[in-house]
């Protein structure tokens, strides 16, 4: 099932960046794609960047989006 969802989110976050969707939509694809790395045991930094770019995110509408973004930052030992 990661596997599908990766495919899946990273045909769709260049088509939501390119309609301009807000924040909130475009942090929800960054994380799925970022749990999904993540599951896989695929590709740490990309996580990380992914995480800290949702983590940055500002304003009450993103605290639990940031919440997770920390929690996909710490290191495995430390969840």
Request: proline residues 8%.
């Amino acid at each position: 099932q990661h596997a599908q969802a990766l495919e899946t989110l990273e045909q769709v976050l260049p088509e939501l960046r390119k309609r301009k969707l807000p924040p909130w939509n475009i942090a929800q694809a960054q994380l799925g794609i970022a749990r999904a790395l993540s599951a896989l045991a695929r590709d740490p930094v990309r996580v990380a960047a992914l995480a800290r770019e949702v983590a940055a995110l500002e304003g009450d509408r993103h605290t639990e989006q940031r919440a997770e973004a920390a929690a996909l930052l710490r290191p495995p030992s430390a969840k």
